[in-house]
């Protein structure tokens, strides 16, 4: 991939005011040892690979101005937004929703594990959304902030690519936002099913949007500038 494919899919130039940079899911819980995935005893290596790489996306987005938003899945303390299906589902694993691990009750807002890697700190004016879904505008306000900040584009980053992002992505389409994924910014656990949901994401010239990386969104930035 790279600078060989056209960063955007749109017919519209890219508009770095008009465009938002999405930091899916980037918590403890997701990415870190001793977070809820580490506990399952699966290999957090994936998830924690791109770290780096969606720092260097934020530290571009955030020097050309764009909106930058961050999501965190998590319920709330009675577990009142948790279906039971969702709990019972994760607790087949051996640890789910709700229980208590190593880094505070699993994916329970307030809790350690819950909250967002210090390397991907959101800043002071950056739009947090706190879904009780995978997909960032399942229960929240993220389409109300963006329509309001005139928001049509998201650049999309983080974890899980076979799960929170991909469910992000289509919903995204679904109510006429252009996505772009970059790929090297995100990853799923398993090394296979990230690759199955890029091809997935990728075929037909893309049904919900554009595959990229993050040196095209850098290059595109620099060429646009605030003016678009």
């Not at 990853?187 to 890029?198: D, G, K, S």
Request: contains cysteine; proline residues 5%.
């Amino acid at each position: 991939m790279g600078l060989s494919a056209p960063f955007w899919p749109s017919i519209q130039p890219f508009d770095v005011r008009r465009s938002a940079l999405v930091i899916i899911d980037m918590q403890v819980d997701f990415c870190a040892p001793g977070g809820w995935v580490d506990q399952l005893g699966e290999d957090v290596s994936n998830t924690r690979a791109v770290i780096g790489p969606i720092a260097e996306a934020l530290a571009d987005a955030r020097a050309a101005g764009m909106v930058v938003v961050h999501t965190r899945e998590g319920h709330k303390p009675d577990l009142s937004d948790l279906p039971a299906n969702k709990q019972w589902r994760t607790r087949a694993h051996g640890l789910g929703i709700g229980d208590r691990g190593a880094s505070g009750r699993i994916l329970v807002q307030g809790e350690p594990g819950w909250q967002i890697i210090p390397e991907l700190a959101p800043r002071p004016g950056e739009i947090i959304i706190d879904k009780p879904g995978k997909s960032s505008f399942y229960r929240t306000d993220l389409e109300d902030q963006l329509r309001a900040l005139g928001i049509t584009c998201l650049v999309v980053t983080g974890v899980t690519s076979d799960c929170c992002v991909q469910s992000t992505i289509r919903d995204g389409f679904e109510r006429g936002f252009e996505c772009v994924l970059l790929a090297d910014c995100t990853a799923a656990v398993e090394t296979q099913n990230h690759l199955a949901t890029l091809d997935i994401l990728s075929a037909f010239g893309g049904r919900w949007g554009k595959i990229s990386d993050r040196f095209a969104f850098r290059q595109v930035i620099a060429g646009a500038g605030r003016g678009g």
